[in-house]
């Protein structure tokens, strides 16, 4: 039985590697804890019955952690490794919305207006990404740099492979005018409200996920400080 289970996990982690060896390395990190979390409840269900319940306990603890189940609620200092709940900075354009998990720093989008309307960014294949690339450039010279962060996660590279003499340069000047203070609770992934400490950790969270020395893209990064100051400023 376990030798199965063992043929299954690397059959499953076969499977994501292949499935995204383009996507997010952070994304397909979470996907394999999944896996692994899924298989250790199994392998825990399996000693259960073997009549080693302290085993199965052990093994399902792991598997529960792994999937990020809040089981014990344990209290005091023990509650700052507990899972958190999820928390998303969302960055608009025209045509684009750009959605950044916080605990995790995957980048996905939705298009909201244009041909693929509805879509989300990572249902869309090379061909079509281009072609949104190309419509951005045309109608919305704010989500042109929303679009290549996204790439840059996406499809390492990408840059040096363009086709042509087209620009891709992050756009760090692309604006859409004064930042309102609804923009910079939504870029910083807040409740509007939310205390000096919350907008300092907030802020602080996304820069270790989007400043280009961490992957990001300095568009991003920009947008992220702007957000800071503006909420700040309404303190001072």
């Excluded at 039985?1 to 043929?7: E, H, R, T």
């Excluded at 995204?20 to 979470?30: F, H, I, M, N, V």
């Excluded at 298989?39 to 009549?51: E, Q």
Aim: hydrophobic share 40%; aromatic share 8%.
């Amino acid at each position: 039985m376990m030798l199965l289970f063992g043929i299954a996990a690397v059959a499953l982690l076969w499977w994501l590697g292949k499935t995204y060896t383009r996507t997010d390395p952070k994304a397909l990190a979470k996907a394999v804890r999944t896996v692994g979390g899924v298989a250790a409840l199994g392998a825990a269900a399996w000693v259960g019955a073997k009549g080693q319940p302290g085993m199965a306990f052990l093994i399902g603890g792991l598997g529960a952690w792994a999937l990020g189940w809040n089981v014990l609620k344990l209290p005091g200092p023990w509650s700052r490794f507990q899972p958190q709940p999820g928390r998303f900075s969302r960055i608009r354009s025209a045509i684009i919305e750009m959605e950044i998990d916080h605990a995790t720093g995957a980048v996905e989008g939705s298009v909201l207006v244009g041909a693929f309307a509805g879509r989300r960014l990572s249902s869309l294949d090379p061909g079509s990404l281009r072609r949104l690339y190309d419509e951005c450039s045309a109608h919305d010279p704010q989500g042109v740099p929303l679009l290549e962060a996204y790439l840059d996660r996406r499809f390492a590279g990408w840059r040096e492979n363009a086709q042509g003499d087209r620009d891709t340069r992050t756009r760090t000047h692309a604006q859409s005018g004064v930042m309102t203070k609804e923009e910079a609770y939504q870029i910083l992934g807040l409740q509007p409200g939310a205390s000096l400490d919350e907008v300092r950790k907030a802020h602080r969270t996304l820069m270790k996920r989007l400043h280009p020395d961490h992957g990001g893209t300095a568009y991003l990064a920009a947008r992220v400080n702007e957000a800071r100051e503006v909420l700040l400023g309404r303190h001072r």
